[in-house]
């Protein structure tokens, strides 16, 4: 079962999902009723990968406020 939260109006969050900000890539591993477990792969050609956990709504402002993108295809890691 895939949990899902809405994003300001847009598309929701979802498990699987990858975002593209300027600074680095957020790829969704798993969403929890209030917070989010996601990696982010730094950009500029780095295979670094970081884990983070935090909580859904600073994910969607931060989001929001990087104008993230949402990739279209599976995760690149």
Not at 55 to 69: D, K, R, S, T, V
């Amino acid at each position: 079962m895939q949990m899902k939260v809405q994003y300001h109006g847009k598309r929701p969050l979802a498990t699987g999902q990858v975002w593209k900000t300027r600074a680095a890539d957020i790829e969704i591993v798993a969403l929890g009723k209030r917070l989010i477990h996601y990696r982010i792969t730094k950009q500029l050609g780095r295979k670094a990968v970081s884990a983070q956990i935090s909580g859904i709504e600073a994910m969607e402002n931060y989001l929001h406020a990087n104008a993230a993108q949402l990739v279209e295809g599976d995760s690149t890691n």
